[in-house]
């Protein structure tokens, strides 16, 4: 049984461009969060998707974004990257089963850097 | 809004001596506490989790965290450390109604030889 992938593993931009990272969550799971965890610091919440739509956001600007796809996946896309994005983005899936809380399973995670 | 203090950054200790990572939490609302570790390059593992019942949680490898209420801390201790136990350590909270977890800023434990 798959857990939470994420691609790419690393990924090196310049400030101004644009990114996208990928998640496929663990099988069976239909909600997909984002955060991001600077050096030195814990993560901090993005946003989460749930039937593909926006379900929570966290203190974060326009120039973050994302989907989800019919199949669950989700993407990521910071546009405008400012050197202060640089760190690792982890995806983290759950399954809504309208519990009060459904345990979320980290992937790896994405290294960001941005020049 | 909740937050997450974790009193210590680092924590250096000898293998086979105990440990305990601080964690206290500020919240306006009922909230579930958790430890996570953190391996180099490598994303977040859930150790344990306090949903309800009895305030002492155990993991399978010998950690243990204590909900306290009127403290609103959530330590993590264990009586034996080993050189594998080397990694990071969060304590996170998530509202009993809401969607997102809230992580403190981590303890880095090392176990020296």
């Known amino acids: 049984d798959a857990g939470v992938t994420q691609s790419p593993t690393h990924l090196i931009k310049t400030r101004g461009q644009q990114v996208t990272l990928r998640c496929s969550p663990k099988?069976?799971?239909?909600?997909v969060s984002w955060y991001q965890q600077a050096l030195g610091q814990g993560p901090q919440f993005i946003f989460q998707?749930?039937?593909?739509?926006?379900?929570q956001r966290g203190n974060f600007p326009d120039r973050f974004s994302g989907h989800q796809f019919p199949n669950y996946s989700s993407e990521l896309n910071v546009n405008a990257l400012l050197l202060g994005d640089s760190a690792l983005y982890l995806c983290?899936?759950?399954?809504?089963?309208?519990?009060?809380?459904?345990?979320?399973?980290f992937g790896p995670g994405t290294r960001l850097t941005v020049l | 809004a909740q937050s997450v203090t974790q009193l210590d950054s680092q924590v250096p200790v000898f293998e086979e001596a105990p440990v305990e990572l601080r964690c206290n939490y500020s919240?306006?609302?009922?909230?579930?506490l958790f430890w996570y570790v953190q391996y180099p390059n490598q994303g977040l593992q859930l150790l344990l989790k306090?949903?309800?019942?009895?305030?002492l949680v155990e993991s399978i490898n010998g950690f243990e965290a204590e909900f306290n209420k009127s403290q609103t801390s959530f330590h993590l201790r264990k009586p034996s450390v080993h050189i594998s136990d080397t990694a990071e350590y969060f304590c996170?909270?998530?509202?009993?109604?809401?969607?997102?977890?809230?992580f403190g800023e981590g303890t880095q434990l090392t176990v020296n030889p």
């Open positions: 996170a909270v998530h509202e009993t109604s809401g969607s997102r977890l809230t």
């Open positions: 998707y749930y039937e593909e739509e926006e379900r």
């Open positions: 919240s306006s609302v009922s909230v579930y």
């Open positions: 983290a899936s759950s399954l809504d089963r309208l519990a009060a809380y459904n345990e979320q399973f």
């Open positions: 306090y949903l309800s019942g009895s305030t």
């Open positions: 099988s069976g799971h239909d909600t």
